[in-house]
């Protein structure tokens, strides 16, 4: 009720797409002819719209399609602007699908990293998996659903099979559906029925596990192998994805080892 009341009060409302919002304010009965439009393309010189609004005493509201505002949608250099020019941002809090999934998504883990969309380009999502790989916390991704299931074979080609990963699709709307698995069976689930591959997508994807300090015999034995025949970096690359012990500590291990051959 709050934010229908500061949408039908505002002198104007700055969306991301003019047209879902419209339908939403006819649904409302609220008028729709002060509509500004505020997208990822245009949101620098629609700020600078928005600014000359309130400096005339004018009061703005922002929304995004399905979604929170600056929160991987459009919004974030609006409000940097707004504020930096003086004028007052306040918050009208609502559904975001990153916390409903954390509530329904049934992962106990007390900490969370919320990273949002990942990137397009395969390479480039294999290496930014890479660095949250052995972070302890759920990882609760965004994808689109064209990208869903090269998405998740990244998840698994980084990731150990064992995780818990949670799908939580369509939330809040007619389709919404969560459904969770390990990380070794989600492209399986995802191929089974066309339909789980439709919709929008938040990813939850449980936290490394806890490791005991110090390698293990097999990983000590297979990174001495390992450094005998490559460079140090490649040898703890190929060690990480062959033993899962962490990457920092095999690292380590292997400066003191070659430390100790060159003695």
């Known amino acids: 009720m709050r934010a229908l009341n500061v949408l039908a009060a505002a002198d104007t409302v700055a969306a991301e797409d003019t047209r879902n919002t419209a ?8 008028s729709a002819s002060r509509l500004l439009a505020l997208h990822q393309h245009n949101e620098r010189a629609a700020a600078e719209k928005v600014i000359k609004l309130l400096a005339q005493g004018k009061s703005v509201a922002l929304v995004t399609d399905a979604g929170t505002p600056a929160v991987s949608d459009p919004g974030a250099l609006l409000v940097q602007a707004v504020r930096a020019a003086g004028h007052r941002v306040i918050p009208v809090p609502g559904a975001n699908a990153a916390l409903a999934a954390l509530s329904a998504g049934g992962l106990p883990a007390p900490h969370f990293l919320f990273y949002g969309f990942l990137p397009n380009k395969a390479a480039a999502r294999r290496r930014e998996l890479e ?3 052995e972070l302890p916390y759920t990882l609760v991704f965004y994808e689109a659903p064209h990208r869903i299931l090269e998405c998740v074979a990244d998840l698994q080609y980084v990731f150990d099979g064992e995780r818990q990963i949670v799908f939580a699709r369509e939330l809040t709307k007619l389709f919404e559906s969560i459904h969770s698995c390990k990380l070794d069976e989600a492209l399986d689930w995802l191929n089974a029925d066309a339909n789980n591959q439709r919709g929008e997508f938040v990813l939850l994807v449980s936290g490394a596990p806890e490791r005991k300090e110090g390698l293990d015999d097999e990983a000590e034995r297979i990174l001495g192998v390992l450094l005998r025949d490559m460079p140090l970096k490649q040898a703890v690359q190929l060690a990480v994805q062959i033993t899962g012990a962490g990457k920092n500590e095999l690292y380590q ?9 060159e003695e």
């Open 131 to 133: 660095t949250l790989v």
């Open 253 to 261: 291990r292997a400066l003191e080892l070659k430390s100790k051959t």
């Open 23 to 30: 339908h939403l304010l006819k649904h409302y009965s609220i």
